[in-house]
């Protein structure tokens, strides 16, 4: 599968943005799909997940902003970004999962080209 991220953008504290995941192939729902992020100088960490059940598992440090969400007849994966903070900033990257931890970059075979979000004033 094919990953397209899109969305990203500058938004001053408080704001909101939507991504948008676009997966080619027709598999996509069969696929646990995540939410990566990656600020400079730091490791690549977890947001969120949405397995093929609709089940969703989120970081605690953006539970309560942020939503994870699929619309599988577009093979699309959405991330609800509001309440935005300036430690939000960082390269967001969509993935599909392979096999193993959700929240583990490495339990993912297929990633996006990632799309930048700054958050400043």
């Known amino acids: 599968v094919q990953l397209q991220a899109s969305g990203g953008g500058l938004v001053q504290p408080g704001g909101s943005l939507r991504l948008s995941c676009v997966a080619s192939g027709r598999t996509f729902k069969v696929y646990v799909m995540g939410w990566f992020r990656q600020a400079p100088g730091k490791e690549r960490e977890f947001v969120a997940t949405?397995?093929?059940?609709?089940?969703?598992y989120y970081s605690d440090s953006v539970k309560g902003r942020f939503t994870i969400s699929r619309d599988n007849a577009k093979n699309t994966m959405f991330l609800q970004m509001n309440s935005l903070k300036p430690e939000d900033k960082a390269v967001y990257y969509c993935?599909?999962?392979?096999?193993?931890?959700?929240?583990?970059?490495?339990?993912?075979?297929?990633w996006g080209q990632g799309t930048q979000v700054t958050v400043s004033s």
């Open positions: 993935a599909a999962h392979d096999s193993g931890s959700y929240d583990l970059p490495g339990s993912y075979g297929y």
């Open positions: 949405v397995t093929w059940g609709n089940n969703k």
